[in-house]
Each structure stands twice: as C-alpha cells, then as structure tokens.
C-alpha cells in the first residue's frame, strides 16, 4: 500500500503562488508516474501535471507555462509550483501515483481557493 499525503494548499489572490507538495510512503523512483489531479466544484476530477519515472512531463494546456511539477526522490516527495493563479484554478488538488501497470493510489485532496 502507497499513502500519499498531500499539503501546501489555501487560500491565494489572483496572480499568486502556491506551491503544494505530496509525501510518499513508499520510494517513488519505482513508481511508474505520479501526478496533480484538480476537481472544481461541480466538475469531474482532471490532470493537472504528471511526470513518468523517466521524467518526462505532461501538463494541461489550461496551466502550460504556469505549473511546473518537480520530484525529490531522496525525501519521496513530488511538488506542484504554481504561479499566475487565476480563480479558475480553484478545486481541490489530488496527487496520484501509479504503481505497475494498474494499481492507483490518491492522496486525500488539499484545498486550493483563488480569488479574484
């Protein structure tokens, strides 16, 4: 079992940073890839940024430019630095990892509120 604890969210004005991290328990340089996932309120949960253990890295095109996700492997830690946030970026933050082929593990959301 992998448990993701995630933290660095809150409240930010338009155009501020935040920068949100996700513990791992387990070694995340064997996890196949791990990610931010958003979900606004009302709206189904999306990829915000994920990166594969060879680093590579996909992002919304909504937060292309603005987001950038990083990893430490020696603390089993993966960041989302977010800057230029708009309201629309409001939701709550899940990180996810992908363990194998199929097995999938959610962090328990930490809360992202940007106002105008």
């Known amino acids: 079992q992998v448990q993701l604890v995630e933290s660095g969210g809150g409240l930010v004005q338009a155009g501020g940073s935040l920068r949100l991290s996700c513990a791992a328990s387990?070694?995340?340089?064997?996890?196949?890839?791990m990610g931010w996932y958003r979900q606004a309120p009302g709206k189904q949960r999306e990829l915000v940024a994920s990166m594969t253990s060879s680093g590579a890295t996909n992002y919304a095109y909504s937060v292309n430019g603005r987001f950038a996700i990083s990893r430490d492997n020696a603390k089993n830690t993966v960041y989302l630095q977010m800057n230029s946030l708009k309201p629309e970026d409001t939701g709550v933050y899940y990180c996810?990892?992908?363990?194998?082929?199929?097995?999938?593990?959610w962090g328990q959301g930490t809360h992202v509120t940007v106002s105008s």
């Open positions: 387990g070694s995340i340089s064997s996890f196949n890839r």
């Open positions: 996810h990892a992908r363990v194998g082929l199929v097995s999938d593990y």
